[in-house]
């Protein structure tokens, strides 16, 4: 397999698992955002913060240092699978 990828054909394959990496990088942070966001997540099972008031349903975050902790210990984490799947 290796000796079929020569100069533009393994340039094009360089690009394209780069490219599926950092779309993969992405998608985790994406997820992880979302995850952060739940009121299941930071109220009920980290206890990092309640529901605040008002129509929106905002996050109210009273342990800062506490999630800070959590996306710190996940985010090296996150760096690591991701760079795994390439």
Known sequence: MV???EKR???IAINCIAG???FFFGYDQGMMGGVNGASNYYHDTMKFGHVGPGP???PVID???LQGGIVSIL???NTRIS???S
Do not use: A, D, G, V
């Open 63 to 65: 342990n800062t240092l």
């Open 9 to 11: 054909s393994l340039l």
């Open 83 to 85: 760079s795994n799947r």
């Open 20 to 22: 599926l990496s950092i």
């Open 3 to 5: 000796h079929k990828l």
């Open 56 to 58: 929106e349903f905002s």
């Open 75 to 77: 985010q090296p984490n």
